[in-house]
C-alpha cells in the first residue's frame, strides 16, 4: 500500500481546478440558472466527492488521465445540480391513481382558481372595499359566498381541517369538556391525533360509548355542567363493519343541550354532492348544515377540489366567537390560497364542479376514454426488446383518507422488462427512477415487477408531457442496449 502513495498523490495532483471547471462549457448552463457561489458549492463538492473515491479504490495499474478527472468531476457536478433541481418544489405528472394524494399536493386546481391566484400574487384587495376606501374583513366576500353556497349562516377559513378543530375546540369548550365517542378518536395521519389535539387545545375529553357501538343515549348521559361541546369526527381514512352503530349528526343535533353547547361536526372531506352513483358514501357538508350543526368543519383540497384550507361554516354567534380568537390571527390564510378558494367556491355554485374542477373530471372519466388515452400513447412508443408496454385495467382510488376500501375502474399503462432481461426487479425500479427524475417527473406505481402508470389521476392537459416522457424513455440508448 506504502508504495502505492506517490501514484496516488500524483493523481490528486491532476485534479482539475475549481477554475477550470468553472469555465467548463458543459456547467454553463448550471452557472447560468442558480448563479456563481452556488455553483461553485457544487463544484467543491463534486472534486471533493471524486478525490475520496480516489483515495478509497485499490491503485491498478490503469491511470485516470486528467481529461478523465475532469469528465468524472463534471460529470458529478451535473448529477449534485439535478437533484438539488429535484428536492425543489415542481409539477409532478400524478400516474399513482390516487387522486388526492397527500404527497402530490392533494386537489389539483380549476384553471380559474390558478388564474385567480395569479392576479392576486402582486398587490391585491386583501383587506380593502374598494367601494369605500376602508379597510375590510379578511376574505369577507369568500365568507359569504361559502355561507351561500352550503346553506350556513357564517363562514371562516383557516390553514387546514386540522387547524379547524384545533381552534373550533379551544375557542368553544376551554377548560371544559368536549364529548367524543369512542369509535371516532381517530388519528388523522402526520401524528395527528384527536386525544393529543384536546390536549393541545385545553380542552378535556370525555369518551362515551364503545370502539363500535355508540348511542344518543351515551351523549346523553354524559352531559353535565362541565360539558363544553359536542364533537363527531369523521372516521375517513378507516372503514369499521360489522355489529356497529353511531348516531348520525341530527339524533345529536336533537340532544337536549344547553345553547350555551355546540354541536360540531368534523366531516373531514368536504363533500357537497351526492356521489352514490360512483358508489360513494361521504357525509355530506349540505346535510350537516340542514341537520342544524352548530359548527360543521372540512378541508378545502380534498372532495371540495380547492386549496389547502380548512373550511369552517355554521350558526353566527358560534363563527363569531371563532374569528374573535386569538388563534385565528396564526391560522389565517394567505391571500393565494383566499383567491383560488374563491374561484373554487363559484364553480360550485355556478354547479360546474363537474366540468371544471379537475378532481371531478379524473373521477368521472369513463374507463372507455382513458383506455383510448392509453391506446393512443403506447401506439406512439418505439419497439425495444428490452421494455414492453400494454394498457391493462387498474383501481384508481380517491385517497386523502377519504373513502377506504372504495376503488374507482380505471385504466393503466403497464411498463414491464421481458422476464428473459437479467435482473428485471432491479431493471423496474431503475425505470420508475428515470421516469421519477425527468423533466416533468412521473409518478406511478410498482407490482409484481411492473411499473403501472394509471390514467385517471393524469391530468388531460398533461397527456402530450408523459407521451412525450414515455417515448424518450422507450427511445434511450441505454434501453436499446447500444
Ligand atoms: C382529512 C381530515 C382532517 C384533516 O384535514 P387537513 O385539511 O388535512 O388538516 C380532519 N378531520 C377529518 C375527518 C379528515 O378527514
Excluded at 5 to 31: C, D, G, K, W
Excluded at 378 to 402: D, E, Y
Aim: proline fraction near 5%; charged fraction near 20%; hydrophobic fraction near 40%.
Amino acid at each position: 500500500m506504502g508504495a502505492d502513495r506517490p501514484q496516488i498523490n500524483s493523481l490528486l495532483r491532476q485534479l482539475p481546478a475549481m477554475t477550470h471547471l468553472m469555465a467548463e462549457p458543459r456547467l454553463q448552463h448550471v452557472l447560468e440558472a442558480i448563479g456563481h457561489q452556488p455553483t461553485k458549492q457544487l463544484i467543491q463538492r463534486a472534486i471533493d466527492e471524486t478525490r475520496e473515491s480516489l483515495l478509497k479504490q485499490p491503485t491498478s495499474d490503469e491511470q485516470c488521465t486528467p481529461p478523465e478527472l475532469t469528465q468524472e468531476c463534471v460529470r458529478r457536478t451535473l448529477e449534485l445540480y439535478q437533484t438539488q433541481q429535484l428536492s425543489g418544489l415542481g409539477q409532478v405528472i400524478n400516474a399513482t391513481g390516487i387522486l388526492l394524494h397527500t404527497n402530490l399536493g392533494r386537489a389539483p386546481l380549476a384553471e380559474a382558481a390558478i388564474e385567480r391566484m395569479r392576479q392576486v400574487a402582486g398587490y391585491a384587495n386583501v383587506e380593502l372595499d374598494l367601494a369605500s376606501g376602508r379597510r375590510s374583513k379578511r376574505g369577507h366576500r369568500i365568507c359569504e359566498l361559502l355561507a351561500e353556497l352550503t346553506g350556513a349562516e357564517a363562514a371562516i377559513v383557516v390553514n387546514n381541517c386540522a387547524a379547524a378543530t384545533m381552534l373550533a375546540l379551544a375557542a368553544t369548550a376551554q377548560q371544559r369538556e368536549v364529548i367524543v365517542s369512542r369509535g371516532q378518536l381517530v388519528e388523522i395521519g402526520g401524528g395527528f391525533r384527536l386525544p393529543d389535539v384536546f390536549r393541545a387545545a385545553g380542552v378535556l375529553l370525555h369518551e362515551v360509548g364503545t370502539t363500535n357501538r355508540t348511542y344518543a343515549r351515551d351523549y346523553e348521559n354524559a352531559l353535565s355542567d362541565a360539558t363544553g361541546g359536542i364533537l363527531r369526527v369523521h372516521r375517513s381514512n378507516f372503514a369499521q363493519s360489522g355489529f356497529v352503530c353511531e348516531p348520525d349528526i341530527a339524533e345529536l343535533v336533537q340532544l337536549k343541550v344547553a345553547p350555551n353547547i355546540p354541536i360540531i361536526d368534523d366531516v373531514g372531506s368536504g363533500c357537497l354532492y351526492d356521489l352514490g352513483s360512483l358508489g360513494f358514501d361521504e357525509p355530506n357538508v349540505l346535510v350537516s348544515v340542514r341537520a342544524g350543526a352548530d359548527l360543521v368543519l372540512f378541508s378545502g383540497d380534498k372532495l371540495f377540489g380547492g386549496p389547502q384550507c380548512g373550511i369552517i361554516v355554521g350558526k353566527q354567534p358560534w363563527i363569531e366567537v371563532l374569528s374573535q380568537h386569538p388563534m385565528m390571527r396564526a391560522m389565517r390564510v394567505d391571500k393565494a390560497t383566499l383567491a383560488a378558494l374563491e374561484a373554487t367556491t363559484e364553480i360550485h355554485l355556478a354547479g360546474t364542479a363537474d366540468d371544471k374542477l379537475p378532481l371531478y373530471r379524473a373521477l368521472r372519466a369513463s374507463s372507455k376514454s382513458l383506455a383510448g388515452t392509453g391506446q393512443t400513447i403506447v401506439a406512439k412508443l418505439p419497439a425495444t426488446q428490452n421494455l414492453s408496454a400494454r394498457v391493462v385495467p387498474s383501481h384508481a382510488q380517491v385517497g386523502g383518507g377519504t373513502l377506504p376500501g372504495t376503488s374507482l375502474e380505471s385504466q393503466a399503462i403497464e411498463l414491464r422488462i421481458p422476464d428473459a432481461a437479467v435482473d428485471a426487479q432491479n431493471g423496474i425500479q431503475e425505470i420508475a427512477r428515470i421516469l421519477r427524475g425527468g423533466s416533468p417527473p412521473v409518478q406511478g406505481y410498482i407490482k409484481e415487477n411492473r411499473l403501472l402508470l394509471d390514467l385517471r389521476s393524469v391530468l388531460p392537459a398533461e397527456v402530450p408531457m408523459l407521451t412525450d416522457r414515455l417515448v424518450a424513455l422507450f427511445a434511450s440508448k441505454s434501453l436499446r442496449g447500444e
